[in-house]
């Protein structure tokens, strides 16, 4: 009976595998990036083109002049804003992705048919797949609601670094490009 | 002008950095991931700064840093790693591994550029 049940546990990870791996196929958004990418050439190209209607027109106009350059600024801010939008939907796709692997490769493990009997897909075999700390923060919080008194189970997340998240720490900290240690 | 050897699995986000980069004045190579990476560099690339993500299939970010610091080419040059991991055992990782420093996604643009214009400015 319990080995029924297992064979039928390993079915539905089995298929909750595929549908996730389907789900994560999904996440793609190049003909949206493409878009943005082309808007931004273009907003460029603009720019460029008003800069150089203005050099060789022969007539000097002050109306005209300062409408070009409120156009050409608000044309900038707008592609920065696309730049800054565009970067991080793909961060945040890159991310979605990356997690959407871990389940996937969690759920492919413990489908496996050869896994021998009675042995088990751990929180800890499933915290080595994590790919941030957000992920492992996550985990530690599961474990810690469910599992409130129960038996004592290891956190993952990691030791938190010196500096802030987005912070970059380099040559100040780590090896310098010419080779100099400034540790 | 500086070239930027971009790696990073995920096509979304090349073509992102190249964007931005290319807009910023850098010339770029990319690669899917560490081995690609290394094969650029033999094959005669001299990238001025490297962007890598960690998590890669093939070679990893840290399997990269690693093979690239025992060539001539890239023994010296600033590695920023750009990754979803923040935590600091895999920073200490890539650090003892050669890399030159970190940035934790999600980045912005200007966050970015600052780095790779203080390593390498654009000509």
Redesign the interface.
């Known amino acids: 009976m319990a080995a029924i049940s297992e064979a039928n546990e390993r079915l539905v990870c089995a298929i909750l595998a595929e549908q996730v791996s389907t789900l994560r196929d999904r996440m793609d958004?190049?003909a949206a990036?493409d878009q943005l990418?082309r808007t931004?050439a273009l907003l460029?190209w603009l720019s460029g083109l008003l800069n150089d209607l203005s050099r060789h027109s022969t007539v000097t106009n002050p109306i005209l002049e300062r409408e070009r350059a409120e156009a050409i600024a608000e044309i900038a801010e707008i592609r920065r804003g696309l730049?800054?939008l565009?970067?991080?939907?793909?961060?945040?796709?890159?991310?979605a992705?990356?997690i959407a692997d871990c389940v996937v490769t969690a759920l492919e493990k413990m489908a496996v048919a050869e896994m021998p009997a009675g042995t088990h897909f751990s929180s800890t075999d499933l915290a080595a797949l994590y790919?941030?700390?957000?992920q492992?923060k996550l985990h530690d919080k599961v474990l810690s609601r469910l599992n409130p008194g129960g038996e004592k189970l290891a956190p993952v997340?990691?030791?938190?670094?010196?500096s802030a998240?987005?912070e970059?720490?380099?040559?100040a900290t780590?090896?310098?490009?010419?080779?100099q240690d400034h540790d | 002008m500086p070239m930027i050897l971009v790696l990073d699995d995920s096509a979304t986000m090349v073509m992102s950095l190249t964007h931005i980069l290319k807009g910023a004045g850098y010339d770029v190579e990319t690669g899917m991931n560490g081995r690609e990476g290394i094969t650029k560099i033999t094959d005669g690339a001299k990238p001025s700064v490297i962007l890598t993500d960690l998590n890669m299939p093939e070679l990893d970010g840290i399997g990269f840093i690693k093979e690239a610091r025992k060539l001539a080419t890239t023994r010296f040059t600033p590695i920023i790693v750009l990754t979803t991991e923040s935590g600091g055992r895999k920073r200490d990782e890539a650090r003892a591994a050669g890399a030159s420093g970190w940035l934790t996604k999600p980045a912005e643009p200007n966050q970015l550029l600052a780095v790779v214009k203080q390593l390498c400015p654009a000509k």
């Not at chain 1, 780590?174 to 080779?179: A, F, R």
């Open positions: 958004a190049s990036f990418w931004t460029s730049d800054e565009a970067f991080f939907e793909a961060q945040r796709q890159d991310f992705k990356q790919v941030s700390e957000d492992r997340t990691q030791n938190e670094p010196e998240p987005h970059h720490n380099f040559a780590y090896n310098l490009p010419n080779g």
